[in-house]
């Protein structure tokens, strides 16, 4: 089932705590008739409506990029080239408890920040955006005997709000290495690696301990040699179960053309020298032999030595390549807390749920604008979606999967079991109509036939006493005639002997022979 609600702005981003649902998004501001808001909302699991709670307003811009950490209770987001802290209050809704970022240049305005990431244990911020720059913070809960923050890039007003708020964020590195945007940035699971996209068409790795560079990765279109895919989003998935812990992590990314098509790309990236060619389940081991030789990068003050971190060398091996969608641009991707569901956004409003084997699961085109942001809430049972053209889609993914048919994996296979099941009924229909006929008419012929017989024998003996009847009418004439004519007998001579009745015998005798002669004619 897929619901539709619709909210009185456009939205550029959601999140989920579980069971607050939090969007993003405004037309820039009162002054064009749309205030930026920050709004919580409950989702009717019954009936997939979305219910608003409590919105805000102090954010002071649109917030992109939400996210949540249930290790450390926030929320994240980056707005007005700052990476926000949020908390949440049942009776005030949702509220800034921090603000950081790079020190505004002077004379001007802060760069765009165009996403913000908490790291699994929820220690580590990671953040990117026009400035074409990686940044990884390190955030903390202040105590009272803990010294004031003098991180460089906060200003002492934010230093006010950071002590009132109880919060510090201190600048671990800057990673720089692309030449675009930052489109998207993430931390693995044992917080020793980031990923980054940019619009630079390349996926870069990173040390951020160290501030290396570890891989950079480029892939061409396969269906335009001469145009590169651009990583839209990255994510990295749990360890599935079953696969040794030393058999690498998992990187997943969804990639595009200027135009379209979207594909999945998956690698496993090793520590040690370890290869990770044990793959997930469902994945097939996919690697381009003819791989671009510049995805062989070497660690930043290491060249010619291979990748080096602090952790020893790594190796990153393809996975898997699958096209997602074979004619529109992916634009928003997100992972499941478990790692077997992974959603994807598209140009036109569409919204695809894949498994970790990356088959089709449930699908729904509802949006008509491209997708802003999607996340799973009710234990990874229903994806909410989020577009500028004000709908919220949600999607129960227990019903799309369910019915008859529940083995299949997507809808499509279902609707081809049904059709196939109703043929199958169609076929046993016509055979057993088929076969009652057959038998309908052997009864038929049979009881003809026993009619015909006795329709035959009935008129074969109504013709023999039809003869016998007029055999006897005509010797009884001649007996008469005989009596008739008979003339006194003269003198002297004898009168002739009178007539004899026929025996039984020959009447039984004559019987049969015109009921041989009936059989013949007929």
Known sequence: ?????????????????????????????????????????????????????????????????????????????????????????????????????????????????????????????????????????????????????????????????????????????????????????????DNSLVASCGADHKLCLWDWRSGT?????????????????????????????????????????????????????????????????VSPPGVTNKKNDDEDTSNKGTALGAAGSGLVSDAGPVTVSQLCESMCDDSVPCCQAEVSSDGQLIAVGFADGKCKVYNRGLSLVAESSKHDLPVTGLCFLNENKTLVSTSADYSVVTMNLTRESSGCCSWCCCRKRTCCCCFLLLIIALITLLAVHYVASIGYMHFINKHEAAQMGLYRQTTANLLIQQRLRDFEQSQLGVDRRHAVNQEEPRFGEQPPAPRQAASPAKKEKRRQRVQGQVKDEL
């Open 213 to 277: 560079l570890l891989h950079t990765i480029e892939k061409q279109n396969p269906k335009k040699p001469q145009e590169k895919l651009t990583f839209r989003c990255a994510r990295f998935l749990p360890t599935p179960p079953g696969v040794p812990p030393g058999s690498g992590q998992r990187l997943l990314a969804v990639a595009c053309g200027t135009r379209g098509p979207s594909y999945f790309v998956g690698w496993c990236i090793a520590h040690g020298g370890q290869e990770g060619a």
């Open 1 to 189: 089932m897929t619901t539709i609600s619709y909210v009185e702005y456009p939205i550029y981003s959601i999140a989920t705590d579980g069971s607050v649902v939090a969007t993003s998004g405004g037309g820039g501001g009162s002054d064009y008739g749309i205030e930026d808001q920050l709004e919580t909302h409950r989702v009717n699991l019954e009936t997939g409506q979305l219910l608003p709670l409590i919105s805000s307003a102090e954010a002071g811009g649109v917030v992109d990029s939400l996210s949540y950490n249930k290790n450390v209770d926030l929320w994240c987001g980056c707005c007005q080239g700052q990476v926000l802290l949020v908390t949440h209050d049942q009776e005030r809704g949702l509220k800034i408890a921090k603000r950081f970022g790079p020190p505004a240049p002077s004379g001007g305005k802060r760069a765009r920040l165009i996403t913000a990431r908490f790291s699994p244990s929820g220690e580590i911020v990671v953040a990117g955006g026009e400035d074409q720059v990686v940044r990884v913070w390190r955030i903390s809960r202040e105590t009272a005997t803990s010294p004031p923050s003098t991180s460089a890039a906060v200003s002492p007003t934010e230093r006010k709000e950071e002590q009132d708020s109880g919060w510090t964020a201190t600048l671990v590195c800057e990673l720089r290495g692309h030449e675009g945007d930052i489109k998207d940035c993430c931390i693995s699971c």
